[in-house]
């Protein structure tokens, strides 16, 4: 493990330095302790072209783009501390496996694979998500889920457990966004202000109840009817199995869903000469 | 009551003794001006004035005239503006309008002249001496570092030389344009000659066809605030990846491609259901600082292993200081789209009213880079209303490394600038994507007028470096000394850093 570094009384904070790997079969272990994040995604890139499965990412304190632009549907990271920003950007195929919480920007512009948080995350977390799914145990914070989108068989699937704060899926164009509000630690609502601002597309469900006032105009919540909570139950399953929570305690209050009025929002908003 | 006060701008003017009542002409209109009864019959409400009709003519007997059609005259309501209001009185719409701002703005490029050597220091023929304009676009290291090569001389230190650099041919490159917005047929045009001339073109950001593939090496990826197709093998792709955070014709504002553009093909380079908008949120919602800039910067450049990355932003007020941010931020280059920069679409009223002038945007970001010692650690594109060499070589002079042309791409073309490409009825096929006007556009031949431009261009450059004296773009980068301003108030010569004429 290699500490911080000192100049002159002056904490730098961190090594330019490759960390120690510890290699185990099919299973390597990075200690990331104050290594820049650099150095942290060369090893774990290292790690899977050497052929890995597993890398174990140990102490990791705020190193930024873990798994980022990774590829490989049968790779997996776990993540040990709390990882910097952008978490999985760009990722299309691996596991990320976080115990504890995540920063912002989990899931950015993600193409593919699965995102596990055991504990909370930051702001922007699936922004223009395309496939792939994002578990998050805890909180999240606000612009959570902006402009997802589906295509064919592309459909992304963003579940929080605890509470959002605001523009929670606006812009939504595609895929499954889900907000359980359960076992928060944050004082007040289920969520923000303006949710769904400019929702065009998408499922959108909340648990429990939404003041009209929180959401975008140009939306309107329902109840969600069974047909509906049935297409939901497979993937509150897959989340509750991956989280550890129990679905029967999930399913026990109600949902809503959250609906855009209009498909083409602006279809009628231009003319010309 | 009438439907619409709205008169025909122009007048189809059909020689019924020249006409062969061949149809020619009704095939050929995208706008469905003609219809054919014995002979075609011209409804001018829909006339553009494209000239496709009159270009395809096998008798020439089409000729298209400005309506003669008398307004009282009025200096503040101009006639547009009466026609707007008009239109808008009808439909209570949002004005949209394609091309750049066509306002009579003040230009700066047209009261520049540069120098030319005369007696005391020969001008050079570039004719018969090389005459350098390769340009490499990227960071370029903070000093030049060399070591004792052991025989007496020096070399560069190991790793001390340009770091992910893109080599261009010459300083032009194509301006973003994205597939949705263009043809298929147009970025074909555009990837064939950027690699034949080793240049560049730019995807915008409808994502990448497949069809561009192999000629991957010369296109800069796009990465915008919809994230439309960007996955990591299309950031893989290009030889740079571009954030687009702003555009001249529109700054500040999102785009929406309607769903009837967006056909099975360009769903695919976009990767979002057939039929559906396309909406590009107005800002990017992951960056709302300059230190969330960085961080997108640097993601690309993890995803990508270290690619330039360069962040297009629109011209405006304060964009020295957005520049510097964006180069302290980890930026390989700053695109600077003019106010009279192109599009696709845009609202009138952001596109005529909203951003400054091109000139002083790329005068200002140079100083200002210069004056915190950054220059080297970007490049600078500048676009948005390049019309001529003339142009290109004011703006390098003015501090730019490249620019960009997309306008005048099209034009070279066929394009009319009719100012109809938001309509998606193109009838040069070029800002359409109905399958009878695309295949309009041969990329073969597009290629290959595409490739003319930018080697007379090239040629004109040169003609215009050896008038200067000098033998390498390098040396008319950022020289302002060679300029002179005719006819430019002092206030602008001094924020421009150029010397009125005489001095």
Known sequence: MSAPLFFGGRVVGHTRAAPPVVRSGDRATIDCQSTYYTHVNDAVRQAFAEGVQTVCLDNVNGQRYIGTGLAGADRRIEVHGTPGQALGMFMDGPTIEVFGNAQDGVGNTMNGGTIIVHGSAGDVLGYGMRCGCVYIEGDVGYRVGIHMKAYKDLRPVLVCGGKARDFFGEYMAGGLLVLLGMDSRLPGPVVGGHLATGMHGGELYVRGEIEPWRCGKDVAVFPATAEEMEALGGVLADCCAALAKNLDEVLAAPFVRVRPASLRPYSELYTSL | ?503
């Open chain 2, 1 to 503: 009551m009438p439907t619409s006060f709205v008169q025909a701008e122009f007048r189809v003017c059909i020689d019924d003794d020249r006409c062969r009542r061949c149809g020619r002409c009704v095939q050929q209109c995208g706008w469905g001006v003609y219809s054919f009864d014995e002979r075609p019959l011209p409804d001018d409400v829909k006339c553009r004035a494209c000239h496709r009709c009159v270009t395809f003519c096998p008798a020439h007997a089409i000729t298209i005239e400005k309506s003669p059609l008398a307004f009282r005259d009025n200096a503040s309501w101009q006639i547009g503006l009466r026609k707007s209001i008009w239109r808008q009185a009808e439909t209570g719409g949002v004005m949209l309008t394609g091309m750049g701002n066509d306002k009579p703005y003040f230009s700066v490029f047209d009261h520049l002249v540069l120098d030319a050597c005369q007696v005391t220091n020969p001008s050079i023929d570039p004719l018969r001496e090389p005459m350098e304009l390769r340009t490499y676009l990227g960071a370029k290291p903070d000093a030049v570092q060399v070591e004792a090569d052991g025989a007496g001389g020096f070399r560069l230190k190991p790793g001390a030389g340009l770091r992910n650099n893109v080599e261009l041919e010459a300083p032009i490159i194509f301006s973003p344009m994205s597939y949705g917005s263009v043809s298929l047929n147009v970025h074909r045009s555009l990837a064939l000659a950027a690699t034949r001339c080793g240049i560049l073109m730019n995807t915008g950001e409808g994502g990448l066809h497949e069809d561009l593939f192999p000629y991957q090496d010369h296109v800069i990826v796009q990465v915008a605030s919809g994230r439309f197709g960007v996955d990591p093998e299309y950031l893989n792709r290009g030889a740079a990846v571009e954030i687009k955070v702003g555009q001249g014709a529109k700054p500040g504002i999102g785009g929406h491609l309607p769903g009837e553009k967006i056909d099975e093909d360009v769903s695919v380079t976009r990767r979002i259901p057939c039929g559906a908008d396309a909406i590009s949120p107005a800002p990017h919602h992951d960056i709302y600082s300059i230190e969330d800039l960085r961080q997108l910067i640097f993601a690309i450049k993890e995803a990508t292993g270290y690619k330039p990355v360069g962040v297009k932003i629109a011209a405006v007020h304060n964009v020295a200081a957005i520049a510097s941010g964006i180069v302290h931020a980890g930026a390989d280059y700053v695109y600077l789209d003019g106010f009279r920069g192109g599009t696709g679409a845009a609202p009138q009223v952001v596109r005529d009213h909203i951003g400054i002038p091109l000139e002083i945007a790329i005068a200002v970001v140079d100083q200002r880079l210069r004056d915190e010692g950054i220059r080297n650690r970007a490049s600078i594109i500048a676009a948005g209303s390049i019309r001529s060499s003339a142009d290109m070589a004011k703006a390098i002079a003015l501090g730019a490394d490249v620019v960009a042309i997309g306008t005048a791409a099209l034009i070279a073309l066929g394009c009319h600038l009719c100012q109809g490409c938001h309509t998606g009825s193109c009838s040069w096929g070029l800002t359409t994507q109905k399958a009878e006007l695309t295949r309009r556009l041969d990329p073969e031949w597009g290629a290959e007028r595409l490739s003319n431009l930018v080697r007379a261009w090239s040629h004109e450059l040169k003609e215009i470096l050896g008038a200067l004296g000098v033998n390498a773009i390098e040396s008319l980068r950022g020289s302002r000394e060679r300029l002179r301003g005719v006819g430019l108030d002092a206030q602008t010569c001094k924020i421009i850093g150029v010397k009125p004429a005489g001095l």
